[in-house]
C-alpha cells in the first residue's frame, strides 16, 4: 500500500481491514479515546514486543510494517512463525498520529513518560509489556534530517540504538543481546546503504521507553528511520527499514552471532551536521547593513494542513561560509538576483521570498 508521509488512524484503519479478525484487538484508548490496536502473529515461544508512531509524525516504520506483516505471514516462514510470536502496536499515539506531532493530546511526548506514566498511551505500553513479558522489544521511530552518519558522514538513512540499563552505561546482558542483533542488521544492510547507517548516544535517561526496558532486563532496540537525500516521503527509507526487519528475523531463526563491542562502536556516532538545503549568491540587509553573495542554509518544516503535509523552507543561518552541509545546493535562480532578504538581527526568519526562492525547486506537498 503505497502510503505518504501522513499516517493518521484511518489510513491505518485501512491496513488493518485485511489483517485476520482473530490477529488484532483494540488494547486501549488514547487522550481523545481513539483506539489504540494490537496485532498478534506467529506461535512461538520467543516473543517481540514491537511499537510504532509512539510519536505520531514518525510514520516510515509503521508503513514498512504493512510491508513486513504480510511477508511474516507468508507461507515461506513457517519456520519464524513457529519460533517467534509477535506483539505489534503500529500506532501507539494515534491523537499525535492524527495531527501529525511528536507529542499525544495532552502535548507529551511518551518517550519521557516511561516512569511518570501520566499518559494513557505511556501506561497501555507498560501493561502490555508486563502481560506480554517480551524476550526482545522494538522501538520504532523516525529521525529528522539533520543527522550524518558519523562526523563527515552521508546522511543517516537509518540509526540504531541499544539503549543504556544505568548511568555507568554498563554493557549488560540484555544490552549485549542488543547489540549484537544491531550489528548483525548492519551487516546485512552494508550492501545497500554503505556508510550509511548511523548509532545514538547512549547517555541513560530512565525517562525513555527503550531505557527503561533495558533496565528491566529486556534486550531492546531503537530503530530510527533516517533521509535518504531526496526522499522526503520516505519511501525508499521503507524499504530499508523493511529490509532490517527482516534482517533482525533472519538472525532470530538462524541464530544470533555473539560480535565484539567493537563492532558495535564500529557503527558510526550520529553527528548533526545536515540542513535541506543551502541557497548561495543571495543578497540580504541585517540591521541595515547589506550582505552581498551569501550562503543560505534552509530546513523544511513539516506542516499538516488540509492533511497534506507541506515543507516550508526556513532560514538557520548565512553567512559568507556556513558550518552546516546540505542535501541539495542551489545557486539563487538569475530572475532572483536583484532580490534582497531584510531582517533583524537574532531571528530566524521564514518569510515569503525565502518561500519564493525554494519554491522553485523545494516546495513540495505530498
Ligand atoms: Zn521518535
Known sequence: MACKRYLPPNRLAEFLKDIHPDSKKTIGFSVENRSIEMITIGTGSYTILMWSQMHGNESTTTKALFDFIPWFLDSDQ???????????????????????T???????????????????????????????????????????TIY????G?????????APAANRERTITPARKKAMNLIVGMCKSLAEE????????????????VGDSFTQSGTPTILFEAGHVPGDYQREQTRIHILNAYKALFYQLVHGVLDYDLEDYLNVPQNSIEFVDLIISDVNVIEDGIEKRNQKMAIQFRETLENDTIYFYPEMVSYGDTLDVRAHQYTKLPTNLQSTVLEFKSGKLIQNEEINKICSLKTHFKQ
Do not use: M, W
Not at 513457517?78 to 501529525?100: F, M, V, W
Open 153 to 161: 558522514g552521508p546522511s543517516a538513512s537509518l540509526s540504531f540504538l
Open 148 to 151: 550524518a552518519a558519523g562526523k
Open 193 to 208: 546503504l554503505p556508510d550509511a547507517i548511523g548509532r545514538y548516544d547512549d547517555t541513560f535517561n530512565p525517562n525513555c
Open 78 to 100: 513457517e519456520l519464524l512463525q513457529a519460533k517467534c510470536t509477535l506483539y505489534i502496536i503500529p500506532q501507539l499515539n494515534p491523537d499525535g498520529s492524527h495531527r501529525y
Open 102 to 144: 511528536r507529542q499525544n493530546a495532552s502535548n507529551v511526548d511518551l518517550n519521557r513518560d516511561a516512569i511518570a506514566l501520566t499518559q494513557p498511551e505511556s501506561s497501555l505500553l507498560r501493561r502490555i509489556y508486563e502481560e506480554t513479558t517480551p524476550d526482545l522489544c522494538l522501538n520504532l521511530h523516525g529521525q529528522r
